[in-house]
């Protein structure tokens, strides 16, 4: 009866666990860190932003191996593939982000004098 009870713990601990995932983000060049870099765990709806320090922290993932992916308006995006979480453990990953080069079509603006029309309301 003592060993059926220990398996059962065992079992349940396993499909019940959970771990951590945290890790630092900083531009590739300048090794500052960034801000609201948006950090996503692919085949879940889990995700974080890094802080003011760069720095983010992802609780509560189911153990398994992800697809991390990173991104942030102004840098190349990076997925790094099979990170592993760890059932009651941190896993920490860093990542270094390049610069990159918004493209987009050419925008033009002009600009007219102001003209009044008689149909404009004024009080």
């Not at 992802?58 to 991104?71: F, K």
């Not at 990076?78 to 990170?83: E, F, G, I, K, L």
Request: proline share 4%; glycine share 8%.
């Amino acid at each position: 009866m003592k060993k059926l009870f220990f398996i059962t713990i065992g079992v349940g601990y396993l499909f019940g666990a959970k771990g951590t995932l945290s890790g630092h983000i900083q531009d590739a060049s300048t090794h500052q860190p960034l801000i609201g870099v948006n950090v996503i765990i692919s085949g879940t709806e889990m995700g974080a932003a890094t802080d003011m320090d760069g720095n983010f922290r992802v609780d509560n993932i189911p153990v398994g191996s992800y697809n991390v992916h990173v991104s942030m308006i102004g840098y190349e995006a990076v997925t790094r593939p099979n990170v592993h979480v760890v059932p009651q453990r941190t896993t920490t990953t860093n990542f270094d982000l390049h610069p990159t080069i918004l493209k987009s079509e050419s925008v033009t603006v002009t600009a007219k004098y102001f003209e009044q029309t008689r149909d404009a309301i004024t009080s």
